[in-house]
């Protein structure tokens, strides 16, 4: 199950995960897993500095470069990163958190920092971030359930 909230500075996604947290973990991190649930025009070094590329094409048929950098990581429990896509001024940012629970892992994906964007832009980006990383976080939530190791 897949809870979304939105706020006017944020979005929450909270998701229930049937697999072990290291598992989640190495879905989120390693390159190779993450095209798997993303998609392979995602770039991601998973260390303290490390970069965050994905290019994709809007509505409009444009070619968008989001970038960011991982500003804090903690394994296999918190992976922050700042988040921008090439025309905007202010980076945000977006924090994935794993909980682990028995035989499930809750993970938390909070992309915060829209107060940099004018009220006229910002409702805007965040419903369509907040559709977007839905997407992403049910790919993801489904392919750890079903991925051995």
Do not use: K
């Not at 998973?46 to 903690?74: F, H, K, N, Y």
């Not at 980006?125 to 559709?131: E, G, K, V």
Request: charge should be negative; proline fraction near 3%; glycine fraction near 6%.
């Amino acid at each position: 199950m897949i809870d979304i909230t939105t706020g006017i500075d944020r979005i929450v996604i909270c998701a229930e995960i049937e697999a072990p947290r290291d598992r989640v973990w190495r879905a989120l991190t390693e390159e190779g897993r993450i095209a798997e649930w993303w998609g392979s025009y995602v770039s991601l070094d998973a260390r303290l500095g490390g970069r965050l590329t994905e290019r994709w094409t809007d509505a409009d048929g444009r070619e968008v470069v989001t970038s960011g950098e991982v500003v804090r990581l903690i394994a296999p429990r918190t992976l922050e990163l700042t988040w921008a896509d090439g025309d905007w001024d202010e980076p945000t940012r977006v924090l994935f958190r794993l909980e682990e629970a028995t035989a499930t892992t809750r993970l938390t994906l909070e992309h915060l920092g829209w107060e940099a964007f004018p009220s006229s832009a910002r409702e805007e980006l965040i419903r369509a971030h907040a559709s977007g990383w839905s997407q992403h976080m049910a790919n993801l939530v489904a392919y750890s359930a079903r991925t051995l190791c």
